[in-house]
């Protein structure tokens, strides 16, 4: 509501003091009073397209707000939580083809809104040695084992495995002199370092789970390093 | 949003009605203390922008796609034996080219495009190819004076990004923005500046190790050894921030080789080396992915 001064003066006239008090309680009131209810919208103006709440997650390293949802997490360093894969868990090597997740490298964001999100991920690994008897073709050759890795989105049932990538076995198998080694060190068999980068349409609220899971035929494999992290933009 | 600033009234002014009126019709429209100048223009919402950060994105399957990751009937990209390299663009398994596109993608200054991709892949050779090309370099055997020739086994494949900027037909495929082609003459063969290199992949052809080397000289029991590859993976990301309005139409990857590390006196190189290509020396892939995205940086 607007204010309206009550009296208006007119050239030639007496200036009522009446009138000048008049206009200045007038005023008063609309200063104090004067934001009816008509003025306030009742109805939500700003919505979450507008402002979201600012969400840390320091355990995650992920971090929500306006944009939407970035950051982390990562291994902390060579060793430090080192992780694995095993073809004792996937069946690899005996005709099973059973993805199954990476145990550590998850993360869970809530989707409030339509997002566009970019997946990124790492890892460092060594696998084998794995010198175990081939049985073709249940069991590979040596040189054949791989250990595949891919990224998953909502569950390890679907790993998109367009973007799985492979590392061999150290198939050269075991030191001949000593069983405590291989025979050929990981920087010339065995050795993968890969990274790769998705993209992912939430077209709805929800929940986002991004991982890595792994397909292995290689008995042993170690995750040194490895990092997951999201970057995702709301619409 | 207002603020009311008026002159205050000083002893021996006089009372002009002109003035009374103005003081008070202040406190009126546009001045108005109401919902407009308390709510909306307060906040400053027509200061904020409604653009959003992600301005178009796009993803494929590139390759034999998510079929292949088992590695059952890769495709296959042939090396070369004349300058320069062919490119081969990635194929599916029916031999459809797999690009990403086409779209039109109106790229302002301000904006970026960033792109990632990843892909399956598994030199193939067979023999020493190596052997009397490029790369080889003398090793003295012990304490005498004769030597054993061993190459440093850099020799490489590439994948590398191109872009169609010219129309959606995609048939305009040309190398990205300060990305080389690797047709410059260098060493006798042709080649590109590593410094040109960055939406290029480096894929190793083969491993070459000499475990009997002792202090930089060869021990002599133990010959140079080559372990093959395998399957492995090539990744890569580009980013190009356009100085001025341009449309990128489409996007793919091709495979060429084999190259070796070379050098000027000023330069690095990765340079042809046609002497190791050959039938039996190719580049297997399978599935991978491509994803591009174009985003707003600034206002």
Partial sequence: MAYTPPNTFLPGTVVNSVQVQGNSDALRVYLHDGIVAGDLLAARWADTRHIQSPQVDPYLGLQHGVTGWQGGQDSGGPLVRATFTTSYMTGGKYGSAEWIPVPQTALRVSIRRPMQLLYHYRWELIAGPDNAPNDAPRIPDQDERLVAVAPYIGSVQFPAVASAQDTVNNHRGWGASSTFSPENPYNIVGWGSKTGTILQSFNGIGTGTFGLCSYSEVDRVAFLNWQVAVEGYYL | ?299
């Fill in chain 2, 1 to 299: 949003m207002s603020r009311i600033i008026r002159t205050p009234y000083q002893p021996g002014d006089l009372a002009d009605p002109a003035r009374a009126n103005a003081d008070f019709a202040a406190f009126s429209q546009p001045g108005a203390i109401d919902g407009f100048n308390l709510r909306d223009a307060a906040i400053d919402l027509p200061q904020l922008a409604s653009n959003i950060i992600i301005l178009n994105t796009a993803t494929t399957e590139v390759g034999t796609g998510a079929a292949g990751w088992q590695h059952n009937t890769p495709n296959i990209a042939p090396s070369s034996v004349v300058t320069p390299a062919t490119k081969t663009p990635l194929v599916d398994a029916s031999g459809n080219p797999t690009p990403l596109g086409p779209f039109a993608w109106n790229l302002v200054a301000g904006d970026v495009l960033r792109v990632y991709w990843d892909l399956s892949v598994r030199p193939k050779y067979a023999g020493t190819p190596w052997v009397g090309n490029f790369g080889e370099i003398d090793i003295q055997i012990g304490v005498t004076s004769s030597s054993q020739v061993v190459n440093l086994g850099g020799h490489c494949w590439l994948i590398s990004l191109q872009w169609d900027i010219t129309n959606a037909s995609l048939t305009n495929w040309t190398e990205v923005f300060g990305q080389t082609g690797y047709t410059s003459a260098v060493g006798g063969t042709v080649g590109g500046r590593l410094a040109d290199s960055p939406a290029s992949v480096p894929v190793p052809a083969w491993k070459l190790s000499t475990l009997n080397l002792l202090n930089g000289k060869w021990g002599g029991s133990s010959i140079e050894i080559d372990e093959p590859t395998g399957w492995t993976a090539a990744n890569g990301a580009w980013y190009y921030l356009p100085a001025g309005p341009i449309t990128v139409y489409g996007l793919r990857l091709v495979i060429h080789g084999i190259y070796n590390p070379g050098q000027t006196a000023t330069e690095n190189y990765l340079i042809l080396d046609t002497g190791v290509g050959g039938n039996t020396q190719v580049l297997e892939y399978d599935g991978g992915t491509l994803t591009a995205i174009h985003q707003r940086t600034g206002a």
